[in-house]
């Protein structure tokens, strides 16, 4: 069956930078559609970045758009979240969201970023 496993999580203070890490396993991890999306307390999960299946095209919600940079790695299934000079509003449960050739969606069980001095 189809993980997706997120890591990189940490306290870190404003204007800091973090690289979440997202591992799959159990799909065809270069025809999927990877995506990153996070929730803050009491607020619904939003859509922050995705990279396609393709020649790796990437989307970016306005808020985090030229701070945070999405990759991934084919030959380790991984996806990665490069975010720089974080701030407060930055705050929240970051998940990864794998989205299958067969329609099919998956999520990891998210990790914490929270932002403070």
């Known amino acids: 069956h189809v993980q997706v496993v997120e890591s990189g999580g940490d306290l870190v203070q404003p204007g800091g930078s973090l690289r979440l890490s997202c591992a799959t396993s159990?799909?065809?991890?270069?025809?999927?559609?990877m995506s990153w999306h996070r929730q803050a307390p009491g607020l619904e999960r939003e859509f922050v970045a995705l990279?396609?299946?393709?020649?790796?095209?990437?989307t970016y919600a306005e808020s985090v758009k030229g701070r945070f940079t999405i990759s991934r790695d084919n030959v380790k299934n991984t996806v990665y979240l490069q975010m720089n000079s974080l701030n407060p509003e930055d705050t929240a449960v970051y998940f990864c969201?794998?989205?299958?050739?067969?329609?099919?969606?998956?999520w990891g069980q998210g990790t914490q970023v929270t932002v403070s001095s």
């Open positions: 990279i396609n299946n393709g020649f790796g095209i990437t």
């Open positions: 159990g799909c065809t991890f270069t025809r999927a559609v």
């Open positions: 969201r794998a989205y299958t050739t067969r329609s099919e969606e998956y």
